[in-house]
C-alpha cells in the first residue's frame, strides 16, 4: 500500500505565483524526498528532508517536514511554464522500499 | 555520462507471451530497483536489489522475475504476460540506502494485449 499520499491531486497555477502541495504519510520514516515527473519522462529527484530537520530549501523550492503530524510541503515560488509536471513525495519506512505517493499534477498557464 | 538505460520503450505484448525489460547503470551504484506507474496509482515497487547476487521482493512482486548477475545490469522478466501488467515500467538505482536519492531511467511503457 501507498505511504504517502498528496494534496492536491492537481493545481492549476499562473505563471509567477506559487504553488503548494502537501504529503501526508503513515508510518515513521528516516527521510522524506520529493520528486518531478515531465510528461512522458522518468522521475528526477528535486530535495531530500531527513526526520531531525523542519525546512530545507533549494532554489525555488522550499520543503517542510512535521514529523509529529506525518507530514510534508512543497512549496515551488515565483512558477515558471517550465514547472508544469506531476510531484510526487516518497518516503522510507523500510531503507530499502521507498514508496510513493500518486502525486499532484502541476498545470502553470502563461 | 548515460545514468540509467531502459530498453525498450515501447512493447507490445500478447496475453501468455513471455519478454524481458533491460536495465542498465553506469555509475557503480549498488541499488537498483523496478517500479511500475498506472494512472492514479503512483509507483509501485516490484523488486530490487542491493548488490549483485542479492534481490528482494517488494510491493507487487507477483508475475515477475528478476536477477542481478552485475552491478550494472538489473533485468525485468514476465514469464507470461497478462493485460493487468500493462503499465509503464522505471528502473531506478542509488548508491545506497542511506543516501537516498533514487536516478531514474525514462521507462518502458509496456502494452498486454
Known amino acids: 500500500s501507498q505511504q504517502g499520499e498528496e494534496d492536491p491531486q492537481a493545481l492549476s497555477i499562473q505563471e509567477g505565483e506559487n504553488a503548494t502541495m502537501n504529503c501526508s504519510y503513515k508510518?515513521?520514516?528516516?527521510?522524506l524526498q520529493w520528486y518531478r515527473q515531465n510528461s512522458g519522462r522518468g522521475l528526477v529527484h528535486l530535495i531530500l528532508?531527513?526526520?531531525?530537520?523542519r525546512e530545507k530549501h533549494s532554489g525555488r523550492l522550499r520543503v517542510t517536514l512535521d514529523t509529529s503530524k506525518k507530514s510534508s510541503s512543497l512549496l515551488i515560488t515565483a512558477s515558471r511554464a517550465a514547472d508544469t509536471a506531476s510531484y510526487f513525495c516518497?518516503?522510507?519506512?523500510?531503507?530499502?522500499?521507498?514508496?510513493f505517493g500518486a502525486g499532484t499534477t502541476v498545470t502553470v498557464r502563461a | 555520462n548515460a545514468g540509467v538505460t531502459q530498453t525498450p520503450k515501447f512493447q507490445v505484448l500478447k496475453t501468455g507471451q513471455s519478454m524481458t525489460l533491460q536495465c542498465a547503470q553506469d555509475m557503480n551504484h549498488e541499488y537498483m530497483s523496478w517500479y511500475r506507474q498506472d494512472p492514479g496509482m503512483g509507483l509501485r515497487l516490484i523488486h530490487y536489489?542491493?548488490?549483485?547476487?542479492?534481490?528482494d521482493q517488494g510491493e507487487v512482486p507477483n508475475g515477475y522475475n528478476v536477477s542481478r548477475s552485475t552491478t550494472e545490469d538489473f533485468p525485468l522478466r514476465l514469464l507470461s504476460a497478462a493485460p493487468s501488467q500493462t503499465s509503464v515500467y522505471f528502473c531506478a538505482s542509488s548508491p545506497g540506502p542511506s543516501t537516498g536519492e533514487l536516478f531514474f531511467g525514462e521507462g518502458s511503457r509496456l502494452t498486454v494485449l
Open positions: 508510518t515513521s520514516i528516516n527521510n
Open positions: 516518497a518516503t522510507d519506512p523500510n531503507d530499502y522500499k521507498l514508496s
Open positions: 528532508i531527513r526526520s531531525n530537520e
Open positions: 536489489s542491493v548488490g549483485a547476487g542479492i534481490t
